[in-house]
C-alpha cells in the first residue's frame, strides 16, 4: 500500500512538471499570518481603551479578532483532532499512512477517502492557489499542497499550526474560524466552549453546509470515539438548538450610532471619547424610563453627555435599541429649552434683570398671519411674578413679552450664536412663537448649548474623536449673565410655582437645569448642567406621535436625574464662583409680590425694592385689539349678542373714540357690537386729546 502511494505522489510530481512555478507557496511565518489576518467587525473603543462596539464592515465573510490558542477551550482541539487529523502530533505534514489509505481506497472502493492533514488544510488557507474548486483538487494542487503542508510543519509549532487552522478554517455559513462560530452557534467565547460544542463544531469542519441531521450523527459518533458523556439525543437537541439560532446573535449593541461614524474598515480598533461604563448605563437608564413610559405612547429616546471642558461626547445613546434612527441628530422641536437664551439675552442687554416684575396675563399680539396668543403649560396665569420665577417655573406669557423686547432678530441672532445651526428658516418664519420653542433642533446641539452656559457663555465645538490639542473657543454670551441664568436654573424655590419643591429637577449638588414640552407634546427634553457635564435627554416617538400626559418631570427628567447622580457619585456638582462685574443684593418688593431675597445683578442694574407701578401710573396705551388685528366674526354667535371688549392701561378720565365717533369711559373693558370693514380706535385722555391709535379690521 505504501508502495501505491508513493508511485501516485510521484506521478503527481511528474504531472506537474519540472519547471519553477511562478505562484509557488513561500510560507509564511506565524507572526506573517496573524498580523495580516483582517476582522469582518471594526472595534470601538472608549477613552479608556476599553471595547464599546463592534461594526460588521466586510460582509463576504464572518470573523471576529484573533484568538490565541490559550483562549480555546481544550475541548475543541481533542475533538478537532479526533474528527480531522488522529497523528497530528506524530507526522511532519503530512500523514502517509493517511494517504496510503486513502488511495487504496480511491482506487479500489466506490466511497472516496481523504487524507488531508490540519497543517494541509492550513496550507490551502494561506494559499489561494491551493484551494479546490468546485470539481476537487488537480494532482498538481496535491502535490504544492503536500509540499507546502511540509515547509510548514517544518517551520512552524504544533500549537501555532493548531491556532491558526481555528483562526481560518470555515465552520458555517459565513462563519469563519473559531471566534465567530462560538458567538454565532452557542453566543459564547472561545474559552467557554464545552465538550458538546466542541464535538458538533468539529463535525461542522468535513462540510460547513451539511444538514443538522448529517452534523448531529457526526458529532454522535466522535462522542462514542471519545467516550464522551453526552448522548446521542442530547448532541441532537444541541445541534437543532445551534442551527437555528440568528448568526452571530449579539446583546443590545450600546453604541451604534457612534460605531457607525467612526468605523471604516475591518480590523480597526479606533478610541472614541465615550466611556464605557456611563454609556451602558446611559442606555439602561433610557430603557428602563422608556418602559415606564410605554402605557403613556412613548417609545423612544436619546441621551448626550458631555466634558465641559474638553467638549468631549462622553455618552451618546442614539436611541433606546428599538430601531435605526439616531435620535442625537434628529431634529425635533425644541419646547421651552430654549427660554434660557432668551432671558439671558435680555439681562446682557439690560432689558431685565432677574428681579424685574414680569406680566403672566392673557396677551395676544398682531402677527402678518393674524393674532398670536400664547399660553402657559397649565392654561393658567400667574399674574406679576419676577423674571427668576418666570424662567424656572417656564412660563410661556412672561417669555413671549420679554422676545418682545429684545426683538426676533437678535434671539435669532443669539441661538445661532450657541450653535444651534438646525434653524435655517428666517426669523419670521418661526414668528413670536421662536420663544416657546417652535424651531426644531437635534439633541446634540441643544446640549451642547446649554454646556455654553456652563462654560459661562464660552462656545466650543464637540468631538467623539480624542483631540490632539484643545479646540478653539469664543465667547458668545455675556458672563455676568450667563451666571445669573444658571443661578436661576439651580433655584428648586423659583421653579416650585409650577413643578413643587420635591421632583427629578432637584439633585442633592448643585445643577441647573430646564425641562421643556413641544406642541402637542411631541417631544419631552430635559437640559441641564453641573461644573463638569451636560446632560441632555429627549423622550417622544420618532414617528412625531403625541406622547399621553407626559411632563418634562415625568419623561426625560428621571434619566436625566439617573445619569447625573450617576456622574458625580463620587464628586457633587459645585456651585460656580460668581464673576466680575455680578453683586448681590437683598431685595424686596412693594407690593410684596414675591418674598424678600438675595438676588443677582449686573453690576449697575441691582435696586434694593421692585415696586410695582400703580394701574394709574402706567403710560396709556391701547392692550387690545392691537395694530393690524383682524378680528373674525363668529358665525355660530347670533349678531345680536356678538361682541369686542377693547382694553386699554393707565391713566385717568380715558375714553373711547372709534372711527372719530365718541364711545364712554375705557377704565374698563368695552363691549362693543363689531361692524364688517376697516375700523380705527382712539384712546382719548380728559383733555379730549388723542394718547394712542390702533387700525383693525373686522372680516
Same mark, same amino acid.
Given at each position: 500500500?505504501? @508502495? ?41 473603543? &472608549? ?125 458555517? =455559513? ?29 463535525? @461542522? ?45 449579539? &446583546? ?28 451602558? !448605563? ?40 428599538? =430601531? ?12 421651552? $429649552? ?21 406680566? &403672566? ?67 419670521? !418664519?418661526? =414668528? ?20 455654553? @452656559? ?62 421643556? $414640552? ?107 385689539? =392691537? ?11 347670533? &349678531? ?29 373693558? !368695552? ?29
Amino acid at each position: 500500500m505504501k @508502495l501505491i502511494a508513493a508511485s501516485l505522489l510521484a506521478l503527481a510530481g511528474a504531472a506537474h512538471g519540472a519547471a519553477p512555478n511562478a505562484d509557488a507557496f513561500s510560507v509564511p511565518t506565524p507572526e506573517q499570518v496573524r498580523a495580516g489576518y483582517r476582522s469582518s467587525e471594526a472595534e470601538l473603543l &472608549d477613552r479608556n481603551g476599553q471595547p464599546v462596539q463592534s461594526l460588521r464592515i466586510d460582509m463576504k465573510v464572518r470573523r471576529l479578532p484573533w484568538v490565541a490558542l490559550a483562549d480555546i477551550s481544550p475541548s475543541l482541539p481533542a475533538a478537532v483532532l479526533q474528527a480531522e487529523d488522529q497523528r497530528f502530533y506524530e507526522h511532519g505534514g503530512v500523514d502517509w499512512s493517511a494517504a496510503t489509505k486513502a488511495a487504496w481506497d480511491n482506487l479500489f472502493r466506490n466511497r472516496p477517502r481523504g487524507a488531508s492533514t490540519i497543517t494541509m488544510q492550513l496550507a490551502a488557507q494561506l494559499d489561494p492557489h491551493l484551494q479546490a474548486s468546485a470539481k476537487g483538487r488537480s494532482w498538481g494542487q496535491k502535490w504544492d499542497q503536500i509540499k507546502a503542508a511540509r515547509e510548514i510543519d517544518a517551520s512552524w509549532t504544533k500549537p501555532q499550526i493548531m491556532e491558526a487552522y481555528l483562526n481560518l478554517v470555515s465552520f458555517r =455559513g459565513e462563519l469563519q474560524g473559531v471566534g465567530a462560530a462560538a458567538r454565532g452557534l452557542f453566543g459564547k467565547a472561545p474559552s467557554g466552549l464545552n465538550l458538546t460544542e466542541s464535538m458538533i463544531l468539529a463535525s @461542522l469542519l468535513r462540510g460547513p453546509g451539511a444538514a443538522p441531521k448529517v452534523v448531529w450523527q457526526r458529532a454522535c459518533a466522535l462522542s462514542r470515539e471519545l467516550k464522551a458523556p453526552a448522548t446521542c439525543s442530547e448532541i441532537e437537541l444541541r445541534t437543532m438548538i445551534a442551527m437555528s439560532r440568528p448568526l452571530l446573535a449579539a &446583546d443590545l449593541p450600546p453604541a451604534p450610532q457612534v460605531a457607525q461614524q467612526l468605523l471604516t474598515s475591518g480590523g480597526q480598533s479606533v478610541r472614541s471619547t465615550l466611556d464605557a461604563d456611563l454609556q451602558r !448605563y446611559a442606555q439602561a437608564a433610557l430603557r428602563q424610563q422608556l418602559m415606564s413610559l410605554r402605557t403613556r405612547n412613548v417609545n423612544d429616546g436619546a441621551v448626550v453627555v458631555l466634558d465641559n471642558a474638553s467638549g468631549e461626547i462622553l455618552a451618546y445613546v442614539g436611541n433606546a435599541g428599538t =430601531g435605526e434612527v439616531d435620535g442625537v441628530v434628529a431634529l425635533r422641536q425644541a419646547g421651552s $429649552t430654549l427660554k434660557p437664551f432668551l432671558y439671558e439675552l435680555a439681562l446682557e442687554r439690560r432689558l431685565i434683570t432677574a428681579a424685574s416684575v414680569m406680566d &403672566d396675563t392673557a396677551i395676544d399680539i398682531s402677527t402678518p398671519t393674524g393674532l398670536y396668543i400664547p399660553q402657559n403649560y397649565d392654561k393658567e396665569f400667574k399674574g406679576h411674578v419676577s423674571v427668576r420665577t418666570s424662567l424656572a417655573s417656564s412660563l410661556n406669557v412672561p417669555a413671549v413679552r420679554t422676545l418682545v423686547m429684545t426683538g426676533m432678530d437678535r434671539f435669532y441672532e443669539r441661538l445661532h450664536d450657541v450653535g444651534l445651526n438646525s434653524l435655517t428658516e428666517s426669523p419670521d !418664519y418661526y =414668528g413670536y412663537s421662536l420663544a416657546l420653542g417652535s424651531a426644531e433642533v437635534t439633541l446634540l446641539e441643544l446640549s451642547n448649548a446649554y454646556r455654553t @452656559l456652563a462654560n459661562g457663555g464660552v462656545y466650543g465645538p464637540v468631538t467623539l474623536a480624542p483631540r490632539g490639542a484643545a479646540a478653539s473657543t469664543r465667547r458668545v454670551l455675556d458672563g455676568r449673565a450667563a451666571f445669573i441664568i444658571g443661578d436661576i436654573l439651580s433655584d428648586r424655590a423659583a421653579r416650585s410655582l409650577t413643578f413643587g419643591l420635591k421632583n427629578e429637577l432637584a439633585t442633592t449638588f448643585w445643577s441647573a437645569v430646564k425641562t421643556g $414640552t413641544s406642541k402637542d407634546m411631541r417631544d419631552n427634553w430635559c437640559m441641564g448642567y453641573t461644573d463638569r457635564y451636560t446632560v441632555g435627554v429627549w423622550v417622544g416617538n420618532f414617528d412625531g406621535q403625541s406622547m399621553w400626559d407626559v411632563s418634562g418631570v415625568s419623561g426625560a427628567a428621571p434619566v436625566w436625574r439617573d445619569v447625573m447622580d450617576y456622574l458625580h457619585r463620587g464628586q457633587p456638582g459645585r456651585a460656580p464662583q460668581a464673576p466680575a462685574g455680578v453683586v448681590r443684593q437683598q431685595i424686596v418688593y412693594q407690593p410684596a409680590l414675591e418674598s424678600a431675597r438675595g438676588e443677582w445683578f449686573i453690576a449697575g442694574t441691582e435696586s434694593p425694592v421692585i415696586a410695582l407701578v400703580q394701574e394709574t401710573q402706567r403710560a396709556a396705551k391701547i392692550l387690545y385689539p =392691537g395694530e393690524a388685528s383682524i378680528i373674525a366674526i363668529d358665525p355660530d354667535i347670533p &349678531d345680536a349678542i356678538q361682541r369686542v371688549f377693547f382694553q386699554a392701561q393707565g391713566g385717568k378720565g380715558l375714553s373711547w373714540r372709534l372711527d372719530g365717533a365718541d364711545l364712554g369711559q375705557a377704565n374698563t373693558d !368695552y363691549a362693543w357690537r363689531p361692524v364688517p370693514g376697516p375700523h380705527q380706535l382712539a384712546l382719548i385722555d380728559a383733555n379730549a386729546q388723542v394718547i394712542t391709535t390702533t387700525r383693525f379690521h373686522v372680516r
